[in-house]
């Protein structure tokens, strides 16, 4: 027993001696995580006013409060479509390059819901899907599991190209990704468009349609109540993320308890410090 002070002593010197190299150690953990591309229809049909300022400008400034009120872990990334769809902004937890992305959005050319959904079920898995959209159609395509995710669609539902929407759709349920769509529109509307009186309409159905095979909701952009749902809704999925971390301070407080113990038994037993 009259030993055991002065080992302790010694690990403590010992302990001390690695801390003051700086050591580190790989700790994993895992986070809730969720990712959300907000998928924007851009075609000339969303210059209409049948919602205030316009259709486009009512979903920009619905996705924007999206992105402020939300309360979780979420990546969230912008595609716009028109005749085709492309990444505006990857999935990212940086909110103010989501919010810049949804700023610079336009009005412009046709509309392909399909293509649009299409790619953004590329952004979400990080890269090319390795199927071709034009084929979509009939059974459906075999494609990875990519859930949970979640797809905004804002859009007025109307479509002039291929591939079919709900062709996507159900491609999207079987990744596991969920498609909420995000009606922009009220009415059948005429547009001004380089001189050229055009008719639009607002097709809610349609919308309606690809939401519930995506197992999702459909929802008005004025909807403030069933907008504010779906941030409660999204699924999440336990992320694991590895850091380094120095561990000199730990080591540090081992070799200041050892030196307590180490001082407490000598007192007790010899009466003085070995």
């Not at 505006?88 to 819901?113: C, F, K």
């Not at 990875?144 to 109307?158: I, Q, V």
């Not at 001082?263 to 410090?273: D, E, F, K, V």
Request: net charge neutral.
């Amino acid at each position: 027993m009259r030993h055991i002070p002065a080992l302790c002593f010694g690990a403590a010197i010992i302990v001390m001696l690695v801390a003051v190299a700086r050591p580190t150690m790989h700790l994993t953990t895992s986070q809730p995580e969720g990712t959300v591309v907000m998928v924007f229809d851009v075609s000339n049909s969303m210059r209409a006013t049948d919602v205030l300022p316009s259709r486009l400008d009512a979903a920009k400034n619905a996705a924007r409060s999206f992105v402020v009120d939300h309360r979780r872990r979420l990546k969230i990334g912008v595609v716009a479509f028109t005749d085709g769809g492309v990444l505006v902004q990857r999935p990212t937890s940086d909110m103010s390059s989501v919010l810049a992305a949804i700023d610079r959005l336009r009005p412009r050319g046709g509309t392909s819901l399909g293509q649009g959904m299409f790619t953004a079920l590329s952004a979400i898995a990080g890269g090319p899907l390795g199927i071709d959209p034009s084929s979509l159609g009939g059974e459906t395509a075999s494609i990875a599991y990519l859930g949970p995710a979640t797809m905004l669609l804002f859009s007025d539902g109307e479509n002039t190209s291929t591939p079919d929407p709900l062709d996507v759709a159900k491609l999207a349920s079987v990744a596991g990704v969920r498609i909420y769509a995000i009606g922009t529109g009220v009415a059948t509307d005429v547009l001004d468009i380089d001189g050229y009186r055009v008719s639009t309409t607002f097709d809610q159905a349609a919308l309606d349609a690809i939401a519930k095979v995506a197992n999702g909701a459909s929802f008005g952009v004025n909807d403030k109540a069933g907008l504010a749902t779906i941030d409660r809704s999204i699924s999440l999925r336990l992320h694991a993320q590895t850091k380094v971390r120095e561990i000199t301070d730990l080591l540090a407080g081992v070799s200041s308890v050892l030196l307590g113990i180490g001082s407490a038994l000598s007192i007790r037993w010899h009466g003085r410090m070995v």
